[in-house]
Every structure is written in C-alpha cells, then in structure tokens.
C-alpha cells in the first residue's frame, strides 16, 4: 500500500512558477514509477508527465513540453513537478500517481493517486 500527498498549488499569475511536491508512503518507492496528471474544471483528467524508477528517463505532454521538469528524490520518496512560464490553462488540480510499470502516457494502470492540489494561474 502506498499513500500520496500532493502539496505546492497555490495562486500564481501568468509567466510564474510553481512546485508541486507529493510525498509517498512506505519503502517501496523506488519500485513505483511516478507520474502527475492534471484535471482542470468541466475536462476529463490529463496526464502532464512521468518519470522511470530511478528518474533516469522522463516523458512529457506536449502541452507542457520544455516548460514544466518532473523529478525524484527516492531517499525523500518524494517526486517533483517544476512549474514554470505557467499559462491560465494550466490551471487545475494536479494529482500524483504511481505504477509498478513506467507508461509513456497516461493510458496504462495507475495503482496509487493522491487527492490533489489546485493550482490557479490568473492572467
């Protein structure tokens, strides 16, 4: 069993930056590769990025291709999501999750998820 704690969202205007922490439960950590997904109002939930095992190989949505870095620390079980040049679309609550298998996407089986955290970015 592994829990997931989202934190970092907050309010920020156009062309900041934000990051989002999650915190994983358990000693397994390594064994999960990790991903965040996003969900904004009124849309189905999209995935943002993903990262291998041990983060040495990440894979991005375009959307956010070249502005957001996912990242890990396995000793502080715990992956990162940097958030820069953020637009108005960003906005929406953003959620980690973990798979024992490292998707290039967000079509495969996600086996943990965290509750989330909003992230609003005014213009």
């Known amino acids: 069993q592994v829990q997931l704690v989202e934190s970092g969202g907050g309010l920020v205007q156009a062309g900041g930056s934000l990051r989002l922490s999650c915190a994983a439960s358990g000693r397994t950590f390594s064994s999960y590769a990790m991903a965040w997904f996003r969900q904004a109002p009124g849309k189905e939930r999209a995935f943002v990025a993903a990262i291998s095992w041990s983060g040495s190989s990440t894979y991005y949505a375009d959307s956010v291709k070249g502005r957001f870095t996912i990242s890990r620390d396995n000793a502080k079980n715990t992956v990162f999501l940097q958030m820069n040049s953020l637009k108005p679309e960003d906005t929406a609550v953003y959620y980690c999750?973990?798979?024992?298998?490292?998707?290039?996407?967000?079509?495969?089986?996600?086996?943990?998820w965290g509750q989330g955290t909003q992230v609003t970015v005014s213009s």
């Open positions: 999750a973990a798979a024992r298998t490292y998707y290039l996407g967000g079509d495969g089986k996600y086996d943990y």
